[in-house]
Nanobody, 114 residues
Framework: VQLQASGGGLVRPGGSLRLSCAAS????????MGWYRQAPGKQRELVAT???????NYLDSVKGRFTISRANAKNTVYLQMNSLKPEDTAVYYC?????????WGRGTLVTVSS
C-alpha cells in the first residue's frame, strides 16, 4: 500500500488548508485512515481518524477547527483545517491501518505564520 499526501504549505494564522491523501496498491474496505502530525522537538501525535463507515475521532485541540473526511471510492482521506494557529505548525502524516498493518505516507509540511 502506498500513500500519497498533498496540500501542505504556508498559511497565515486564521487561514485554512486542505490536505489530501490517496491510497493505492491493495486497499480494501474496513480500514482506518487518519492524520498524525509531528512538530519540531515533539512526538508524533494523532490529529484525526475516520473509519470506512465514517466514524471520526479528533485531537481535543483541533475539535471544531479541523474536519476529516474520506472518499471510499477513491481511497482518499482529506483533512480540512480552518482557523489555523501557529501551534498547528508541523509535518502532517497520512496513516492507514488495514488488517493490523500500519502504513504511512511521506509527510507534508504545514507552516502557520504571519
Amino acid at each position: 500500500v502506498q500513500l500519497q499526501a498533498s496540500g501542505g504549505g504556508l498559511v497565515r494564522p486564521g487561514g485554512s488548508l486542505r490536505l489530501s491523501c490517496a491510497a493505492s496498491g491493495g486497499v480494501f474496505s474496513g480500514n482506518f485512515m487518519g492524520w498524525y502530525r509531528q512538530a519540531p522537538g515533539k512526538q508524533r501525535e494523532l490529529v484525526a481518524t475516520v473509519t470506512s463507515g465514517g466514524s471520526t475521532n479528533y485531537l481535543d485541540s483541533v475539535k471544531g477547527r479541523f474536519t476529516i473526511s474520506r472518499a471510499n471510492a477513491k481511497n482518499t482521506v482529506y483533512l480540512q483545517m480552518n482557523s489555523l494557529k501557529p501551534e498547528d505548525t508541523a509535518v502532517y502524516y497520512c496513516n492507514l491501518i488495514q488488517y493490523a498493518n500500519n502504513y504511512w505516507g511521506r509527510g507534508t509540511l504545514v507552516t502557520v505564520s504571519s
